[in-house]
Nanobody
Framework: QVQLVESGGGLVQTGGSLRLSCAAS????????MAWFRQFPGKEREFVAGITWSFTTYYSDSVKGRFAISRDISKDTAFLQMNVLKPEDTAVYYC??????????????????WGQGTQVTVSS
């Protein structure tokens, strides 16, 4: 089993930045893809960004150019640097892990492990 713990969420003004972290523990020696999803109230969880085992990155159109995903394999931690934040970025952000390590799927069900979520609120 793998446990994922997110941190770094909070309240920020429009145009500001936040950096989310996702630390993995447990059975972490398997190659994997890490991703971030977000969920708006009353909506389905949606893909934000993903990074494969070989560090290939993927982004949703809504965050491309503003967000950057990275990972530190030695610490088994993934990061999401969020810049130029907008009120429409307000959501609960979830870290996810998939053993399909060669690509970052945008499909929620293809990720086996999830964190508990961290709230990001962008004030206007």
């Amino acid at each position: 089993q793998v446990q994922l713990v997110e941190s770094g969420g909070g309240l920020v003004q429009t145009g500001g930045s936040l950096r989310l972290s996702c630390a993995a523990s447990g059975r972490t020696s398997v190659a994997n893809t890490m991703a971030w999803f977000r969920q708006f109230p009353g909506k389905e969880r949606e893909f934000v960004a993903g990074i494969t085992w070989s560090f290939t990155t993927y982004y949703s159109d809504s965050v491309k150019g503003r967000f950057a995903i990275s990972r530190d394999i030695s610490k088994d931690t993934a990061f999401l640097q969020m810049n130029v934040l907008k009120p429409e970025d307000t959501a609960v952000y979830y870290c996810a892990r998939s053993t399909q390590y060669a690509r970052a799927s945008i499909v929620r069900d293809e990720y086996e492990y999830w964190g508990q979520g961290t709230q990001v609120t962008v004030s206007s």
